[in-house]
């Protein structure tokens, strides 16, 4: 990784769009270059979209948690799914 980001060193967290911002700094990056990658939607996915920056939903380890079962009924549409790390990289690419 060429940054890490802490929640308590910056004074935001997830999903506030906030520590998003500082992401964008520390990288210095536009928010169309940069994709967000996480595992839960209220969080990440929230998070990030609503900092303006786009954000694949991984769920490769899903399967035993709630929030997967839930996000499944409450957004069974959101396009950016990832099952795998081979998914996420496929839709970086197509994103980016």
Request: aromatic fraction near 10%.
């Amino acid at each position: 990784f060429d940054s890490l980001i802490f929640s308590s060193d910056v004074g935001f967290a997830k999903p506030d769009k906030e520590i998003f911002y500082e992401a964008l700094k520390e990288l210095k990056v536009r928010k169309d270059e940069m994709v967000h990658i996480g595992d839960s939607y209220h969080h990440d996915i929230l998070g990030a979209t609503n900092a303006g920056i786009k954000a694949i939903l991984y769920i490769g380890l899903w399967d035993k948690f709630e929030e997967a079962r839930k996000v499944k009924r409450e957004k069974p549409n959101y396009p950016l799914i990832a099952k795998n790390l081979k998914d996420c990289i496929e839709m970086v690419k197509r994103i980016i």
